[in-house]
């Protein structure tokens, strides 16, 4: 199993802030301030002021301290660590692609303590830290850009709106109609989880890093935050951010399961013709079975599945029906007749074959 960044914060006193502002500040340029801003415009609200290192961004590092002003003489300050494991290796400084493997996670509060306190011995050790945020990345490696291109495609048209979960949308420029990204398939519940498939290449190209080896990845992120992390903790018995670690193996393995699960991805994308004939073959009941079949042949005719269950009525597309096609462990939504992908295309087979290789 592989992650690649995670943040974890702590809660400063004033005269530790002031400690730290000041040895941070005699960095000079790596340390600055951001343009304060308010955390809701529609509420009151404190005013917030953010505070950025990147003395240590070459090593996957960024330090934050934030101030949220509670009154007009009152402040609470909270320092933030967001941490690329990987890149705090000297070799792979410049490595925007790779993940860090599980099996070594407990060797991650060493290294990043090493840097922390060459910048400040003031600095928390992440030991002592709070979880508050953890991705499990998988890079899964296919044949050519088409493939990662037609598989970003199809799971937003496989989307099912009655999940749970919320697809992300752009809306045209003219027409302001909303559609879906070409580029990303993203899926996120409230402030808990956001799932995010796209593509690695353009993502590199778009910031202008290197992607000489690594030209046909499809990246998978399962992101989790704060209020998550503490149903996982209590879940797993965790105490801390070391327990985590130790576990974080076992938790991936949970968690990367139950979200495909959840998003109807641990399924099978087939043609429309092998759907059919699995469908003909089942136990289900004739009308039941006819119900499946015409639910097949309007997701084929239309962009996506939403766009069926939003337009149809619900004499034609359920949750129960729906449930038939998991049962079934195929995707209502067929494989396109020219897609690049190969049939049986396996989406949740390939992320496990990826999430234990750190290169690809």
């Known amino acids: 199993m592989t992650f690649h960044t995670f943040e974890c914060k702590y809660p400063l006193s004033g005269s530790k802030f002031a400690t730290i502002h000041k040895e941070l500040k005699n960095l000079g340029s790596s340390y600055f301030e951001n343009k304060p801003k308010m955390a809701d415009e529609n509420k009151k609200t404190d005013k917030i002021t953010k505070y950025v290192c990147t003395a240590l961004s070459q090593y996957g590092i960024i330090i934050y301290i934030i101030l949220r002003e509670t009154t007009s003489s009152t402040f609470v300050p909270m320092l933030i660590y967001r941490i690329n494991p990987t890149r705090m290796i000297e070799e792979n400084k410049d490595n925007y692609v790779d993940v860090f493997h599980c099996n070594n996670a407990l060797d991650i509060p060493q290294m990043a303590n090493r840097l922390l306190n060459e910048i400040s011995p003031n600095l928390p050790n992440i030991e002592i830290c709070s979880l508050s945020r953890f991705d499990y990345c998988v890079n899964i490696k296919l044949e050519s850009q088409q493939q990662v291109t037609d598989s970003i495609k199809l799971i937003n048209q496989a989307f099912d709106p009655t999940s749970g979960y919320t697809q992300k949308i752009m809306?045209?420029?003219?027409?302001?109609?909303?559609?879906?990204?070409?580029?990303?398939?993203?899926?996120?519940?409230?402030?808990?989880?956001?799932?995010?498939?796209?593509?690695?290449?353009?993502?590199?190209?778009?910031?202008?890093?290197?992607?000489?080896?690594?030209?046909?990845?499809?990246?998978?992120?399962?992101?989790?935050?704060k209020s998550y992390l503490n149903d996982l903790y209590k879940r797993f018995d965790i105490d801390n951010i070391t327990d985590f670690f130790e576990k974080s193996i076992e938790i991936g393995n949970y968690v990367i399961a139950y979200q495909l699960k959840k998003l109807k991805l641990d399924v099978m994308f087939r043609s429309s013709k092998s759907i059919e004939n699995i469908i003909k073959n089942g136990t289900f009941k004739a009308k039941t079975k006819l119900d499946m079949l015409l639910l097949v042949e309007w997701v084929s005719s239309h962009k996506s599945l939403k766009r069926v269950i939003d337009t149809c009525s619900k004499s034609i597309v359920n949750k129960k029906l729906l449930k038939k096609f998991h049962k079934l462990g195929i995707s209502v939504k067929p494989l396109p007749c020219r897609s690049s992908l190969p049939e049986p295309f396996n989406l949740s087979e390939l992320i496990y074959k990826f999430a234990d290789a750190k290169k690809v």
Do not use: C, G, M
């Open 171 to 225: 809306f045209h420029t003219k027409s302001y109609k909303p559609k879906y990204p070409k580029t990303e398939a993203t899926f996120f519940k409230s402030k808990r989880v956001e799932i995010s498939f796209y593509n690695k290449r353009l993502q590199l190209q778009q910031e202008n890093l290197n992607d000489e080896w690594h030209e046909d990845i499809l990246r998978a992120e399962f992101r989790y935050f």
